[in-house]
C-alpha cells in the first residue's frame, strides 16, 4: 500500500474553509485516494474517495493534483462538529486483499 | 436502519475472563474487518476476512479469535482477558472490490480490563 502523510493538527475558525492535505507521493496507478473522519468517541465515518478527478459531494470535495502526488480535502463551511481526526488512505480498486490502514490523520479543531 | 452495530457498547470484566464482541453488518458486503484503538487513539487492525479467507495481524495474540457464522456476521472472542487489552473495539465491512469499497464503521466496544 501506498504511505500517506499528513500534518497531526490544524485548525480552522467556524464558517471558514478548512483545508486538509495529504501527501501520497507513491501510489500506484490503480490506487483511490479515500478519506474518513473519526469525531471522538465515534467510529470512524467515510467521507469522499476519488482517483483523479476532482470530486464533491454534499460532506466535502476533494482535490487531486494532476501527478497524484497529492490530495487537499476541503470542508467548505466548517462548523464546531467538524471537529474531529482526518484521515487519508489509498487502496487499489481491485485485486488481492485489502486492508484499510489508518495513519495517525489530522486533529482538526474548529473554533468559534 | 444502522449498517455496522456492534453489542455491546460497553463491556466491563475481569482480567482472566473470556468474553464476547459480536458484530453484525446489514450492507452485503463481503469483507468484514476488526480494529482495536488504544488510549493513544492508534486504530489498529486485528483482523479481515473475506469469503472465509481470515488475514490476521500478526502481533494480535492468539488469546483473540474471530467467528464469522455467515457473511452478515463477524464476531470476536477473547480468553483470558489481560489489563492490555482494554480498549475500543470497532467493527467495519466493506466492498473488497469495486470503485465503491468505502469502509463502514460501527460505533465501537470500550472493553475495560479490571
Known amino acids: 500500500d501506498a504511505k500517506t502523510t499528513q500534518p497531526p493538527s490544524m485548525d480552522c475558525a467556524e464558517g471558514r474553509a478548512a483545508n486538509l492535505p495529504c501527501n501520497h507521493s507513491?501510489?500506484?496507478?490503480?490506487?483511490?485516494v479515500y478519506w474518513y473522519r473519526q469525531i471522538h468517541s465515534q467510529g470512524p465515518q467515510y467521507i469522499i474517495h476519488?482517483?483523479?478527478n476532482n470530486e464533491t459531494n454534499e460532506m466535502a470535495s476533494l482535490i487531486i493534483t494532476e501527478d497524484r502526488k497529492s490530495s487537499t480535502l476541503i470542508l467548505p463551511h466548517a462548523t464546531l462538529r467538524d471537529t474531529a481526526v482526518y484521515y487519508c488512505?489509498?487502496?487499489?480498486?481491485?485485486?488481492?486483499?485489502?486492508?484499510?490502514?489508518f495513519g495517525r490523520g489530522t486533529s482538526l479543531i474548529v473554533h468559534p | 436502519d444502522t449498517a455496522v452495530s456492534q453489542t455491546p457498547k460497553y463491556l466491563v470484566t475481569q482480567m482472566g475472563n473470556d468474553k464476547s464482541i459480536k458484530c453484525e453488518q446489514n450492507?452485503?458486503?463481503?469483507?468484514m474487518y476488526w480494529y482495536k484503538q488504544d488510549s493513544k487513539k492508534f486504530l489498529k487492525i486485528m483482523f479481515s476476512?473475506?469469503?472465509?479467507?481470515?488475514?490476521i495481524n500478526e502481533t494480535v495474540p492468539n488469546r483473540f479469535s474471530p467467528k464469522s457464522p455467515d457473511k452478515a456476521h463477524l464476531n470476536l472472542h477473547i480468553n483470558s482477558l489481560e489489563l492490555g487489552d482494554s480498549a475500543v473495539y470497532f467493527c467495519?465491512?466493506?466492498?473488497?472490490?469495486?470503485?465503491?469499497?468505502?469502509?463502514?464503521f460501527g460505533q465501537g466496544t470500550r472493553l475495560t480490563v479490571v
Open positions: 467495519a465491512s466493506s466492498h473488497n472490490r469495486g470503485v465503491n469499497t468505502e469502509a463502514f
Open positions: 507513491t501510489i500506484s496507478g490503480n490506487e483511490y
Open positions: 476519488g482517483l483523479k
Open positions: 488512505i489509498v487502496r487499489p480498486t481491485s485485486g488481492g486483499s485489502y486492508i484499510p490502514t
Open positions: 450492507l452485503g458486503h463481503d469483507t
Open positions: 476476512y473475506n469469503n472465509k479467507e481470515l488475514i
